[in-house]
């Protein structure tokens, strides 16, 4: 078996889901009392969080290539950045060692090819669904049509995530103004919905919407989970 890196903490409650995840997919596949080895280095979010609102995104990738250089001494065999929107920084991340990066991007683009979507609603904190890194390469890479909800959604989506969710505030009242803002990008003949924040999964779930969603959180571990079993 395969060591997983993780660069966590981004936020430490959507760390949490990947640690379960990641061990509950090996268990799955190797039954007994097998789990996933892990190593986890988690950030502080607060420094973090002010460099991507200053648009300090050379800063931001300083941290995260710190993070993977740590990843890789301890003896990590390949890494995940464990959040959507740092991905924004993912080359200078993946750049600063030689184990490869594990994009949570292609692991979901992956996942919606397979089951023949071209065109889908993306949801997540404002870096992700306005900037380039996450949309574009769902379109140049694969071939699938993104859409975004409009300026004022996409101000209410990211403002939950940032004050409630990575807080670990899971508000009745958020999931409706969610679910109200997936029923408007339904009208754009959508074939289903990316959580595209690792932290969305907690609030908005199947059973919430007829709408399919694709939780990137469960996705990126299972693709992890598969290349960590990968020629074992």
Avoid at 181 to 206: F, N, S
Wanted: charged share 20%; glycine share 8%; hydrophobic share 45%.
């Amino acid at each position: 078996m395969k060591t997983i890196g993780l660069i966590g903490g981004m936020s430490w409650q959507s760390s949490v889901l990947y640690y379960r995840m990641l061990n509950e997919g090996i268990e799955r596949r190797l039954g007994g009392l097998h789990s996933a080895q892990i190593l986890l280095y988690s950030v502080d979010f607060q420094p973090i969080e002010s460099l991507q609102h200053a648009g300090d995104w050379d800063g931001a990738a300083e941290v995260l290539a710190d993070a993977a250089r740590r990843l890789q001494a301890g003896g990590a065999d390949f890494f995940l950045i464990g959040t959507n929107t740092m991905h924004q920084v993912a080359d200078a991340a993946g750049a600063a060692v030689d184990i490869p990066l594990l994009h949570i991007a292609d692991a979901t683009a992956r996942v919606l090819q397979n089951d023949g979507v071209k065109r889908i609603g993306l949801l997540g904190t404002a870096f992700t669904m306005e900037l380039d890194f996450y949309r574009q390469r769902l379109i140049d890479q694969f071939g699938i049509d993104v859409v975004v909800p409009e300026l004022h959604d996409r101000q209410i989506v990211h403002d939950i995530i940032y004050q409630e969710l990575c807080a670990g505030k899971v508000d009745d009242d958020s999931r409706e103004v969610y679910l109200a803002v997936i029923e408007r990008m339904a009208r754009e003949q959508i074939d289903g919905v990316i959580l595209g924040c690792t932290e969305i999964g907690m609030l908005v779930q199947p059973q919430h919407t007829a709408m399919r969603l694709y939780d990137t959180t469960a996705i990126h571990a299972e693709a992890a989970v598969e290349l960590a079993l990968a020629d074992s």
